[in-house]
């Protein structure tokens, strides 16, 4: 059996590891921060604990018996904590990395659970570095985005071409144009046009943004996501 000194060197263990990930989350104001992880890291390793423990006697007696079934268990059960922390927003979803950090934690109190120290430290200093240092470098590779510009205006011949003009001017690629009437007036002259753009990452949107509203016929434009 797993002595009582190890059973609170791995939960105290699987706390600490937990924590850290969790503190990094909680500093960025994610949906899921230091308590959850914690939590997350705390049950694994005991759930781990537990099946080890309990099929002990049953494999000692001669007959089968897998210590894994239980655990396993965990993998898909923090699957709905980490869809609680996924957010979307248009074309925009977040919580991503959240969702799998907590998943992570769940694998490292696992390995502490059943005594695997080294390979869950390493895995907490990986995770860590991850999250606070190649975001940085996934921005410098990603350098641009994709955003969809909302315009409002009165339909006349030419408007798209000029806005056409002024996105070309500030280094914008048009990948798509919507045009969206309402329904209710259906004879209306005004008509909202979304453009789906590709954008550079550090690009100053207010500029953009006025430009287009010079154009004869518009009346207001925004950002969309």
């Known amino acids: 059996m797993i002595s009582n000194s190890q059973i ?6 699987s706390a600490l590891l937990g924590g850290l990930i969790g503190m990094e989350r909680e500093a960025n104001n994610r949906p899921a921060g230091l308590r959850t992880h914690v939590l997350v890291t705390i049950g694994s390793a005991l759930i781990m604990m537990i099946s080890i423990d309990g099929f002990r006697d049953i494999i000692a007696s001669g007959r ?3 210590p894994g079934r239980i655990a396993s268990q965990v993998v898909s ?10 957010m979307r927003n248009g074309n925009n979803i977040t919580g991503l990395t959240t969702a799998a950090s907590l998943w992570a934690c769940g694998g490292i ?5 059943s005594g695997y120290y080294f390979g869950a430290l390493i895995t907490v200093a990986i995770i860590l570095f991850t999250l606070m240092k190649l975001g940085s470098v996934e921005k410098s590779i990603m350098r641009t985005k994709y955003k969809v510009m909302a315009v409002s205006c009165s339909e006349r ?3 798209v071409g000029e806005i056409g003009c002024i996105l070309g001017n500030h280094s914008m690629d048009i ?20 453009f789906a753009l590709k954008v550079p990452h550090s690009y100053p949107n207010t ?7 010079s154009v004869k016929g518009v009346e207001k434009s925004g950002w969309i996501n």
């Open 175 to 194: 990948r798509d144009i919507r045009f969206i009437r309402d329904s209710d007036e259906p004879d209306s002259k005004t008509v909202e046009i979304h």
């Open 109 to 113: 109190g696992l390995a502490i659970g």
């Open 64 to 66: 089968t018996g897998d």
């Open 207 to 213: 500029m953009l943004l006025e430009d287009i509203c």
């Open 8 to 13: 609170v060197i791995r939960l105290l263990l």
């Open 77 to 86: 059960g923090i699957g709905f904590l980490g869809a609680g922390t996924i």
């Open 157 to 159: 011949p030419g408007l």
